[in-house]
């Protein structure tokens, strides 16, 4: 957000600096474990952590303390997040798991969706996501070299159906709706964009980029396909 950024780690916190400040301004303390990934909510308000202590949690930069909670059910390690551009949903990768992602409503912490592979013997470790600019797919990428996207269309939001806000009782099961294969590169980067298309360059077209390491013994290949528009 570009004077404000936040730091997390091994130390179970996260906190937030000014870049004319050397001291944080604030620190949040609440994770029993290392803090793994952070991401800031569009109002840039509100900070959410992930950690190795399977849980998420929602920090409100007005008074430093956790607002939200959120912990999927048999949840492993917490490796990678994102908050919809909408503001309205929380998404969480984790480690070596068939669920490539959990998705929560930030307003009640119910647990929405639960993105799986319909292929049960597939476990893989998430390690990033992206949701596009319409907050309606969630694209996800890890080590078993697939970018899959997921149509959130019929999640609706926010659920009525179940008072325990990480009961599956309600949670959709979501398949992939796409899979976009990588020759041989683990996904660790993902972002969806919006690009000028056009001579005039007056159109618009959402598009997904992934990035992964230098190719292994099977091959070079060094980010991920690019797909258009879902």
């Known amino acids: 957000f570009g004077y404000y950024f936040c730091a997390a780690g091994h ?3 996260a906190a937030v600096y000014s870049t004319d400040r050397l001291h944080p301004l604030r620190v949040f303390i609440g994770h029993i ?3 793994t990934c952070v991401k800031w909510h569009p109002n840039s308000a509100l900070v959410a952590t992930g950690s190795d202590d399977r849980t998420c949690r929602l920090w409100d930069m007005r008074v ?3 607002v939200r909670y959120f912990q999927g059910p048999c949840c492993s390690n ?3 997040m994102d908050i919809s551009p909408n503001g309205s949903m929380l998404a969480a990768g984790n480690i070596n798991s068939c669920n490539q992602a959990y ?3 930030l307003g009640s912490s119910k647990l929405q969706a ?5 292929r049960t013997e597939t476990l893989s470790t998430t390690h990033c996501m992206s949701f596009d600019p319409s907050s309606k797919v969630l ?3 890890g080590d078993d070299q697939i970018v899959r996207t997921w149509n959130l269309d019929n999640v609706i939001l926010p659920s009525l159906a179940a008072n325990n806000v990480n009961s599956t009782a309600s949670a959709a099961l979501i398949p992939p709706s796409h899979r976009y294969y990588t020759r ?3 996904i660790y980067a993902l972002k969806y964009g919006v690009v000028p298309v056009g001579v005039s360059g007056t159109g618009r077209r959402t598009v997904l980029f992934g990035g992964g390491p230098l190719g292994n013994e099977r091959g070079t290949e060094t980010t991920g396909r690019k797909s258009g528009s879902e």
């Open 11 to 13: 130390d179970r916190t």
């Open 33 to 35: 474990s290392d803090v």
């Open 64 to 66: 430093g303390g956790c």
């Open 78 to 80: 917490i490796t990678c």
């Open 103 to 105: 998705l929560w409503d």
């Open 114 to 118: 639960i993105m799986c592979e319909d």
């Open 139 to 141: 694209a996800t990428g």
């Open 184 to 186: 041989y590169t683990p």
